[in-house]
């Protein structure tokens, strides 16, 4: 997804530099042209494979950036589809993106921290797209808890989880290095950016759902391939509201 119009080297040390809210409301412009937004292969994926366990009518997009979740949602719900995220830059792209959608379904916009979600327990289906890495272990129990009260019983919170690099490879390398770095700037410097890659794990995120109550499958996305010893490069994580 990187263009010679996204972001330039300047432009991604500066967001560094800030806060996590504040650095996503200087990407937001670039934000379609960078390598975070996720493609459109694992959008398409993952709404192929969530389909069978509607009908939906209300979607809830978290932290939905600039709103490709929204779409996703826009093709499986029938009444009314919302994209919550804390960054005003990523929802005033977000809003401009989707002005020319034609309902039903009606599109909304929140803005509010997923950690405090000011929602009633009316949505049928959550989804949720490369935002995980801005939450800490710790608050992980807490994020998955205020998904849980948006949701109607039986309702479902999915996202796709992505392998792990294997141990000793190249992405492995560059993403634990990634990692360290972060952890010597947020020492360092504040306010603090927090976004890591090794910080969710599929074992403890079926964990942490589970103990806030969700039942939890895993589904292989066959269209994203396997690994070379037969794995899935990318599982669904289908989160079921008891």
Do not use: I
């Amino acid at each position: 997804m990187s263009t010679s119009q996204g972001p330039t080297f300047r432009e991604l040390a500066v967001q560094a530099l800030s806060s996590t809210m504040h650095g996503y409301d200087l990407l937001a412009p670039k934000f379609d042209r960078s390598p975070y937004r996720t493609p459109d292969r694992v959008l398409e994926a993952v709404g192929r494979a969530v389909r069978p366990f509607g009908p939906f009518d209300r979607g809830l997009d978290v932290c939905c950036g600039t709103g490709a979740g929204v779409g996703v949602l826009r093709a499986l719900c029938r009444e009314r589809v919302t994209g919550v995220d804390f960054s005003a830059g990523l929802l005033a792209v977000a809003r401009s993106a989707h002005t020319a959608d034609a309902g039903p379904p009606a599109v909304g916009w929140v803005r509010a921290d997923a950690r405090a979600l000011p929602f009633a327990p009316v949505f049928d289906l959550a989804l949720s797209f490369g935002a995980f890495g801005h939450f800490l272990p710790a608050e992980r129990p807490d994020l998955f808890a205020q998904v849980r009260a948006a949701l109607r019983p039986g309702g479902h919170f999915a996202f796709p989880v992505g392998a792990p690099p294997a141990v000793g490879s190249r992405a492995y390398w560059t993403l634990l290095g990634f990692d360290a770095a972060m952890r010597v700037r947020n020492a360092l410097l504040h306010p603090k950016f927090v976004m890591y890659y090794r910080t969710f794990p599929l074992a403890g995120v079926t964990r942490d759902l589970e103990a806030t109550g969700f039942a939890v499958r895993l589904l292989p996305l066959e269209e994203l391939g396997r690994r070379p010893d037969g794995s899935p490069r990318a599982r669904l994580v289908v989160a079921t509201r008891q």
